[in-house]
């Protein structure tokens, strides 16, 4: 039996101990992140979006690190900024496009051809007819008449078919738009085939910020199940598409968020339900860029209202917080400011009152010109802002 430790040792325990050293680094972070806004606040007006590189190389690194079998495509809608696109490209990574716009954007760029994966189960024809004719050859696809468009524009055309999956405990709900029943999987490859397609395997998404690894766990089996149909049918199966969701901590101190555990239970039932010779690929978008991140904004005026302190920032709701709307996001407000805090409300710089960004922040007292800050918004932020709405601009970004 270990002796239990007596409350009154002055020497702090292990676990106090490491509780100290993760403070301390915290602290280092913190202040890091706040000299490199200072820093940028004498070169750039706000609001902008700094991108770290460095946190870009590093998800994409601990991405392959911890699923080494997996290829990443990056899902470019998470954050098609050209510096974090280029970024990727020289890391090695690979592609996700949704359009013909979002394809020829990446090939523009120098993304190989081979590498892009046209993961939108719909289609226009012109885009079709785009993909066949820049020779992007891998697609998803869900239905059969989708498999008509296909054989009419793209013979040849490499498929996976892209199945429903349980999406429980996930952010953002993907199973609802998306995704044959698993049932009719191999009837579907089967009919690609016979359409002229080429039939490659499966693929499926668990639904953003999915934090509840059962559902990835599940979707495999579900998909090992349609590789063995197929496979004792005849018409083995080369590739599984696992999809993207791969969860990021928004806040500091967020539990329950642990991509490496996560990882390897994936791994490990990769190994165990599949052949050695299948290829699999992802499409992580938020994993690979929402802790690179860092939204700088600027307190534009302020109020007393409701009891509380209010304040307009420069940046908001229908900018570079749409993710607040479109990803059912939140974020932790941070402030250069130190001191006693106050319950204050955040709002955008619109003249709609939609437009709050939240109405029980603890902050200290902010003056205008005031700096608040958002860490890990790098995904679905600027992505999905509005240019302009009310006059006013969403946030240059910046690579650092
Ligand atoms: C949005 C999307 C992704 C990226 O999802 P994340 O949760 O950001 O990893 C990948 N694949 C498809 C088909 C998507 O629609």
Do not use: W
């Amino acid at each position: 039996m270990t002796p239990v430790q007596s409350s009154l040792t002055l020497k702090p325990s292990k676990h106090q101990k490491s509780k100290q050293a993760a403070n301390g680094i915290e602290n280092n972070i913190i202040h890091g992140v706040e000299s490199l806004i200072r820093a940028m606040l004498k070169k750039h007006r706000t609001p902008f979006m700094l991108i770290k590189r460095s946190v870009l190389e590093k998800q994409y690194k601990r991405f392959r690190k911890c699923l080494p079998q997996v290829a990443p495509y990056y899902a470019i809608k998470a954050n098609p900024d050209q510096g974090v696109i280029k970024t990727f490209i020289n890391l090695g990574a690979s592609f996700d496009v949704a359009s013909g716009a979002e394809m020829k954007y990446v090939l523009s760029l120098g993304a190989s051809p081979s590498k892009i994966i046209f993961a939108n189960t719909i289609k226009s024809p012109e885009d079709i007819v785009f993909a066949r004719r820049r020779k992007v050859r891998l697609m998803t696809f869900d239905n059969e008449p989708e498999l008509y468009k296909l054989s009419k524009d793209y013979p040849g055309a490499h498929v996976l078919v892209r199945i429903k999956v349980a999406n429980s405990g996930s952010v953002v709900e993907l199973s609802l738009k998306f995704g044959a029943d698993a049932e009719h999987a191999f009837f579907l490859l089967r009919k690609a085939k016979a359409l002229g397609m080429v039939p490659m395997g499966v693929s499926f998404h668990v639904g953003s910020q999915a934090t509840n690894v059962e559902n990835y766990l599940q979707a495999l089996e579900i998909s090992a199940g349609i590789f063995n149909e197929a496979k004792e049918s005849g018409l083995p199966l080369k590739i599984l598409d696992i999809g993207g969701g791969f969860p990021i901590q928004h806040f500091d101190n967020e539990v329950g968020i642990n991509f490496e555990r996560m990882a390897g239970q994936i791994r490990q039932q990769l190994k165990t339900l599949f052949d050695n010779n299948v290829k699999f690929i992802a499409e992580p978008g938020r994993f690979l860029v929402g802790p690179a991140g860092i939204l700088v904004t600027q307190v534009m005026g302020r109020t007393f209202r409701n009891n509380k302190n209010y304040y307009y920032l420069n940046d908001g709701i229908y900018a570079d917080f749409s993710g607040m709307v479109f990803d059912h996001c939140r974020y932790e407000f941070k402030t250069l400011r130190r001191g006693q805090k106050f319950l204050s409300t955040l709002a955008g710089p619109t003249c709609d009152s939609f437009d709050t960004l939240s109405s029980n922040e603890e902050i200290p007292e902010l003056y205008v010109g005031d700096v608040v800050y958002v860490k890990n918004i790098g995904a679905y932020s600027c992505a999905s802002a509005v240019a302009n709405f009310n006059g006013f601009p969403p946030a240059k970004i910046v690579m650092v």
